[in-house]
C-alpha cells in the first residue's frame, strides 16, 4: 500500500504539549495521528478519549485514604501505636 504525507501548522508550544502527552501515554505524536485516522476511518466518527487522569493518585495512597476513611466510620482514628499493636497481637 503506498503512504502520502500528511503536514500541518500548529503552534510550537501546542506541539510541546501534546508530544509530552503522547510519551506518557507511551507512544509518539506520529503514532498518535495514524491511529486517529485509522479509528476515524474504522468509526466514521470520533470515536475515543484517551486521557491523563490530573494528579492520580497510587493504589498505595488511595489504600492509606480509604483505610483512614473506615478507621473514622469504626472510631478507631484515634488509637495510639500500643493500641494497635495490642489489636494485632490479639488478632493472632
Same mark, same amino acid.
Request: with cysteine; hydrophobic share 40%; glycine share 4%.
Given at each position: 500500500?503506498?503512504?502520502?504525507?500528511?503536514?500541518?501548522?500548529?503552534?510550537? #508550544?501546542? +506541539?510541546?504539549? #501534546?508530544?509530552?502527552?503522547?510519551? @506518557?501515554?507511551?507512544?509518539?505524536?506520529?503514532?498518535?495521528? @495514524? /491511529?486517529?485516522?485509522? @479509528?476515524?476511518? @474504522?468509526?466514521?466518527?470520533?470515536?475515543?478519549?484517551? +486521557?491523563?487522569?490530573?494528579?492520580?493518585e497510587?493504589?498505595?495512597?488511595?489504600? /492509606?485514604?480509604?483505610?483512614?476513611?473506615? #478507621?473514622?466510620?469504626y472510631?478507631?482514628?484515634?488509637?495510639?501505636?500500643?493500641?494497635?499493636?495490642?489489636?494485632?497481637?490479639?488478632a493472632?
Open positions: 500500500m503506498s503512504s502520502t504525507l500528511i503536514q500541518f501548522r500548529t503552534d510550537d #508550544a501546542s +506541539k510541546i504539549k #501534546a508530544s509530552n502527552i503522547c510519551e @506518557r501515554l507511551g507512544i509518539d505524536l506520529p503514532t498518535y495521528m @495514524r /491511529m486517529c485516522i485509522s @479509528r476515524l476511518i @474504522r468509526e466514521n466518527g470520533i470515536p475515543f478519549s484517551m +486521557k491523563l487522569e490530573e494528579e492520580q497510587s493504589k498505595g495512597l488511595k489504600a /492509606m485514604k480509604k483505610a483512614s476513611r473506615i #478507621a473514622e466510620e472510631g478507631i482514628a484515634d488509637m495510639t501505636l500500643d493500641e494497635i499493636n495490642a489489636e494485632i497481637v490479639d493472632n
